[in-house]
């Protein structure tokens, strides 16, 4: 009974969640600066009759309790930040912040909740214990809103006993979800590299200490902590994706920068992998002359899905949208800080289905062109109410 009234919701809010995902979309705030964004939540939010609390400066923390006796509580979560890209995209929602876009779906998250505020609002009556909404800033950026929220209490009083988010795919066609249980994404590391050596001119090498050279055996030596000392079982991956040597054809410089990132999902093989690579780092710099600063910037841990909860969820979901909807999801070296929540709380984290290849929408996230079906919020606000009040055991 209580499926085919939320499913009967969802359709009739669905003008609204595209109208306000289009909103949030032409009005993109970078991680920290979600403040029009915020206001427009908690408005929503008012329109709903629901009291919020303010957490890490402009997230928000609402609560609502369904009339049936029952003391379980179940969390929410959707992120509110967008990228600085400049949106290419010729759509009537086009961003009007040049150089920020959401690019990564957050419009689409943030929508989504509303729209499921909404529906579990008007339920209340049908169902026993407690949703939390979490409207949580700063996903893409470190510390992370979601570490910020937990040190604030997001978690407790009333506490949850399951946290449940979800996200856009735009390699899965609208309409459909996908889960894994288990590990699913990465840890992530921020990697910043200085090497030092003594420039000079191109022609007269023997009186330099190329940190060029220096570098480049630095490189080729440092992935040799993955391939050497990482367990072949537990996936790890280390890149670089900035280099700068800013000398010029004849110009040893005296000093080359790098920045780069380590990713696993091992939490102890991940501290012992930061040792061994400014251990080799530097020993490898100091053999050859130079020397360097190799610092890493501790980012989020890695995401693992509860297996006991994700797999019932998983089920609610293939009850909801029907098997050949549900689909299984790979191992993803991404990160998410979703996965703070995952580290203290059992954690369902799924994918949400937006693309449409015969509308061309088929873009990764974080690049210029990224966009989603908006056919995906047939199901989305419905999908995560019927988990929600599943979890919540009605």
């Known amino acids: 009974m209580i499926k085919e009234q939320i499913q009967q919701l969802s359709k009739n809010i669905f003008n609204d969640v595209v109208a306000n995902r289009r909103h949030l979309h032409s009005h993109p705030e970078l991680s920290f600066h979600e403040v029009e964004t915020s206001a427009f939540v908690a408005g929503k ?52 912040n040049i150089g920020v876009m959401h690019a990564c779906g957050h419009d689409a998250h943030t929508s989504s909740l509303l729209g499921t505020a909404k529906i579990l609002t008007d339920l209340k009556s049908q169902f026993g214990g407690t949703i939390k909404l979490i409207f949580q800033p700063a996903e893409e950026k470190l510390p992370g809103g979601a570490s910020i929220m937990i040190k604030e209490g997001v978690l407790e009083n009333p506490k949850p006993q399951a946290v449940l988010g979800q996200h856009v795919m735009p390699l899965i066609e609208a309409g459909k979800v996908g ?76 000093e080359v920068y790098l920045e780069g990132t380590f990713r696993t999902m091992d939490e102890k ?86 693309r449409n290849e015969s509308r061309g929408i088929t873009s990764s996230v974080h690049t210029p062109t990224f966009d989603v079906e908006e056919d995906a919020f047939k199901i989305s606000t419905g999908l995560m109410a019927y988990l929600a009040v599943k979890q919540l055991g009605n």
């Open 179 to 254: 889960f894994r249980a288990g590990k699913y994404m990465a840890s992530t590391d921020e990697i910043y590299v200085t090497v030092r050596g003594k420039g000079g001119h191109g022609a007269q090498p023997q009186q330099n200490v190329d940190p060029v050279i220096i570098m480049a055996h630095m490189l080729t030596a440092l992935q040799q902590i993955v391939s050497r000392f990482a367990d072949p079982k537990s996936p790890s991956v280390l890149s670089f994706g900035k280099v700068i040597a800013n000398g010029a054809t004849n110009v040893i410089p005296n």
């Open 45 to 96: 939010l008012d329109e709903l009759g629901l009291k919020y609390e303010r957490m890490a400066d402009n997230g928000l923390v609402a609560l609502i309790k369904g009339d049936k006796p029952s003391d379980r509580v179940v969390a929410l979560r959707a992120d509110m930040d967008a990228l600085p890209i400049t949106e290419v995209n010729e759509v009537s929602y086009k961003s009007q």
């Open 269 to 354: 093989w991940r501290s012992e992998a930061h040792i061994k690579m400014k251990k080799m780092a530097e020993g490898l710099c100091e053999s050859m002359g130079g020397s360097c600063e190799f610092n890493i910037m501790r980012g989020y841990p890695f995401l693992i899905n509860e297996e006991k909860l994700t797999n019932a969820t998983r089920g609610h979901a293939e009850d909801y949208l029907g098997k050949e909807n549900v689909l299984d999801l790979d191992i993803w070296m991404a990160a998410e800080d979703f996965a703070y929540y995952s580290q203290v709380a059992d954690s369902c984290f799924y994918r949400l289905g937006t």
